[in-house]
C-alpha cells in the first residue's frame, strides 16, 4: 500500500462516508503558526472577498491556485497531508487550489448545500476523484458554523446546482430528500484536526452567530488522472513538489505571514464558477 497517514480501515471508512476527520493531524504549534500568520496577513486581508448566502449574510473567504512557498505552502504541500489524500485518490495528486474560510464572530454567514463537483465540474474535470482537506484553524463548533455534512452522501453523483445568492447550492429537493436517507453530521473540531471529504458529499454550514471566530484553511486536490479537459480558472496538472513535515514550522518561526510574492490570488472576478453555473442553469 502507498505510505500515508491512514490505516485500511480508515481509507474504506472514507470511501463510505464520503469524509474523515483526523484528530490532531497537525500540532499545536504547527495550528498556531498558521493562526497567527493568516491573522496577520495584510496581504491574505486585502485579496479577500465575500459571498452572499442568499440571506444578505456573507462569508469572507482569499483564495489561491498554486501553494507557494511560505506557510500556507507549506501545510499543503507537506508529505504527511498530500501522502494522506493520494492514499484517498488512489493516485498522483495536484494542488487544484486553497482558500481561507473566514467566518468571523456574530457576522459570518452560511454556506448552502452543495458538492464542491456541482460547480468543479463546469471547469471540464471529466470525474469527483478530487479531495479537499479542511484545517481547523479555530474550533469548530455547533455554536459557531461548523460545517455539516450528510454521511454517505457522495454515492448519490452529482446534483444539479443553481445560484443561492452568490454561492452555488444544491437542488434542494433533492437535498431534503437525502436528509431522510443520509445521516446528518456537524464536524465539531479543535485547532489542528482536519477534515478529508470527498467532492461529491453534500456538505454546508450554518451562519456563525456566536462570539467565536471560525477560521479554516481548505486544501483542494485533483487526481493527475483527471486532469481536466479544458483551461478554466483553477489549474490543470501540476506535479506538486512535497515538502518534509518540518517545514512547516521552519518557515513559520521564519516569517509568520506571507507577503503575498509567492501565492498565486484568485481575485473574486476571476472565480467563473458561479458564473458559468448560471449560464448553464439558464440553458437548462
Known amino acids: 500500500m502507498k505510505k500515508g497517514s491512514f490505516s485500511t480501515k480508515q481509507i474504506a471508512a472514507y470511501h463510505r462516508d464520503g469524509y474523515l476527520i483526523a484528530r490532531k493531524f497537525f500540532d499545536r504549534e504547527e495550528v498556531g503558526l498558521l493562526s497567527r500568520a493568516a491573522h496577520e496577513d495584510r496581504e491574505l486581508d486585502r485579496h479577500s472577498f465575500s459571498r452572499d448566502d442568499g440571506t444578505g449574510a456573507k462569508v469572507r473567504l482569499s483564495l ?41 464572530a456574530r457576522v459570518g454567514g452560511a454556506w448552502a448545500w452543495h458538492q464542491d463537483y456541482g460547480y468543479w465540474y463546469e471547469n471540464g474535470v471529466l470525474t469527483p476523484n478530487l479531495c479537499s482537506v479542511s484545517i481547523a484553524v479555530d474550533a469548530a463548533t455547533v455554536e459557531n458554523g461548523c460545517m455539516q455534512v450528510l454521511k454517505g452522501s457522495h454515492h448519490m453523483g452529482r446534483v444539479e446546482h443553481v445560484l443561492t445568492g452568490d454561492q452555488a447550492g444544491a437542488d434542494m429537493e433533492r437535498v431534503r430528500e437525502a436528509m431522510k436517507r443520509y445521516e446528518m453530521v456537524h464536524c465539531v473540531m479543535k485547532p489542528g484536526d482536519a477534515l478529508f471529504f470527498h467532492s461529491n458529499l453534500l456538505h454546508a454550514s450554518a451562519k456563525n452567530d456566536s462570539d467565536k471566530p471560525r477560521w479554516s484553511m481548505i486544501c483542494c486536490y485533483n487526481a493527475r488522472s483527471n486532469d481536466p479537459y479544458k483551461e478554466a480558472h483553477h489549474p490543470r496538472y501540476t506535479p506538486l513538489k512535497k515538502v518534509a513535515d518540518a517545514m512547516i514550522k521552519k518557515v513559520g518561526v521564519r ?30
Open 64 to 104: 489561491w491556485n498554486h501553494p507557494g512557498e511560505g506557510i500556507y505552502g507549506m501545510f499543503a504541500r507537506c508529505r504527511k497531508m498530500v501522502d494522506a489524500v493520494e492514499q484517498l485518490l488512489g493516485d498522483e495528486a495536484y494542488h487544484y487550489h486553497s482558500k481561507m474560510i473566514m467566518k468571523d
Open 255 to 284: 516569517h509568520f505571514a506571507d507577503d503575498g510574492s509567492n501565492v498565486a490570488w484568485l481575485e473574486a472576478k476571476k472565480d467563473t464558477s458561479a458564473r458559468l453555473l448560471k449560464k448553464t442553469s439558464i440553458a437548462r
